[in-house]
């Protein structure tokens, strides 16, 4: 039995007020808040066995490295990666992403190849593409959507080329929800034997992931949106590829031998960790992990599907207002526009309410192009939401429209 209430108490800022008014959190989407046992793993570690991890002999470096080790085995268990030597710790997706993009183009772009991306795409899994156009001379080509915000699968399978070197494409949008076909599109790729990188920035809070069963080559997350600390995240990489992918930054932990005559790298996964890790946030994330494990992600997407369709049908009931993003498989955020209203006046006469959406592009400018519009205003659902925190939008919006 999902008791949204008592989950609810896990999370102390949830009760607090926000211009007097009882908070309605729903910019989950940039943002998860943190439950108790999270930020509680934190403090723990900070004030009980707080050194630096690998290298130290003494009694806290070896606590603290395995509390950032064992983190390292929830994560794989997160997502059932193969191997620990597969989990690499990252500053979060874009963190990720911008690895991935500046090794593998080093060691296997060359000028006119391709990487295949979509029009529903964060900034985060274009931008870095593009600085290899620069750097490499590459082409990004894009995937279209259709006017719903599904991929065009037909048009995918026409970009690939015998130039396609990687598809990157996000598991869930952040604009839209919608949840791409992300097995179908691995298998076709592998069919070319192009590699496919997953950016699960939206679907790690809401769907169970198996990256053995999707068979990604690559797949990225950041903790903060799965209820964990902020500056950390995933890389998972088969390892194969992370075997062959050259190191990315240069410093402690990433080496094997320095020497002014020749230095050697680490073995998976530290050849990719140079410098102090963020190994507090990498406990805190995995007890949120374990956190979100406990309720069980299938009731968490049960939970969230509900939300969606009921604040689908309530925010249909407003005259003038249209959704973006009406893809058959949804997860639970809610793009939309009222009449010509700009979203920015929405957005801050919500708030005065105590409700928090994000407005604007949400990092995906190309996506807005594309429906020829400057921003939308987003409600993102969290598992503590409730369906009252919607009725209290679509009053929030009822009274604010009044206005206009
Ligand atoms: N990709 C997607 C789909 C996202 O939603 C986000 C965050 N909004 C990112 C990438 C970037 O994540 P981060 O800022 O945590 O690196």
Redesign the pocket.
Known sequence: MYDVNKIREDFPILGRLVYDRPLVYLDN??TTQKPSCVVETIAHEYFSCNANVHRGVHYLSQKATELHEASREVVRLFINAKSTNEIIFTS????SINLVATTFGQEFLEEGDEIIVSTME?H??IVPWQLLEMSKGVKVKVIPITEQGELDFEAFENLISNRTKLVSV?HI??VLGTVNPIKRIIDRAHQEDIPVLI?G??AAPHTPIDVQELNADFYVF?A??VYGPTGV?VLYGKEEWLDKLPPYQGGGEMIQHVSFSGTTFNELPFKFEAGTPNFVGTTGMAKALEYVQSLGLENIAQHEDELLSYATKRLNEIDGLRIYGEAKDKSGVISFLVNDIHPFDLGTLLDRLGIAVRTGHH?AQPLMEYYGIEGTVRASFALYNTKEEVDSLVDGLNKVLKMF
């Open positions: 989407g940039a979060g997706t874009t963190g964060h985060s899994n996000a949008s952040n950016d920035a939206q950041s903060h949106k995240g990092c």
